[in-house]
């Protein structure tokens, strides 16, 4: 039923089937046939539909999958967005399925998101930095001198 529904191309449930496919996966069926409806989601201006799209992202994808090269040009604009809870959830994403050319490509969004005024921002975006730099350790350089800033802040 629920392939019979991403085929119809219906915009306003997609993300509740998406939901139900993702508990789907929870309980051990395979789901990959949902992995594109995610995606769509992600690329959604509604939060609620790129709410439920990053949670798809990071449970049904992982750093070797090919679609996840699909979803780079999303990440970047939610993290250059003016809303701090988009770039809240592409920052829990990125740091959850980052592989090594994903964190080369938008390391210059996250080292930005580091000197954020926003201290929710700066959190998730040190959390998602080092996880960037666990997937490519040539980018230390660039975040070692944010991260002793961080260290040295009151809200860390």
């Not at 019979?4 to 449930?13: C, H, R």
Request: glycine letters at 6%.
């Amino acid at each position: 039923a629920l392939r019979k529904a991403f085929k119809e191309q219906d915009g306003y449930y997609r993300h509740r089937n998406v939901a139900k496919l993702l508990f789907m996966h929870m309980l051990g069926y395979p789901t990959h046939f949902g992995q594109m409806e995610t995606l769509k989601l992600v690329a959604s201006n509604s939060f609620a539909d790129k709410r439920i799209g990053y949670l798809g992202l990071m449970l049904l994808l992982d750093e070797r999958q090919e679609v996840l090269m699909l979803v780079t040009n999303s990440l970047k604009n939610d993290l250059n967005s003016t809303d701090q809870y988009v770039n809240g959830l592409a920052l829990t994403a990125l740091g959850n399925i980052c592989s090594a050319e994903m964190a080369r490509d938008l390391s210059p969004e996250v080292d930005r998101l580091l000197s954020s005024g926003n201290p929710y921002l700066r959190k998730k975006a040190a959390l998602c930095a080092r996880r960037m730099i666990h997937r490519c350790p040539d980018l230390m350089e660039p975040f070692a001198e944010r991260a002793i800033q961080q260290l040295n802040e009151r809200n860390h």
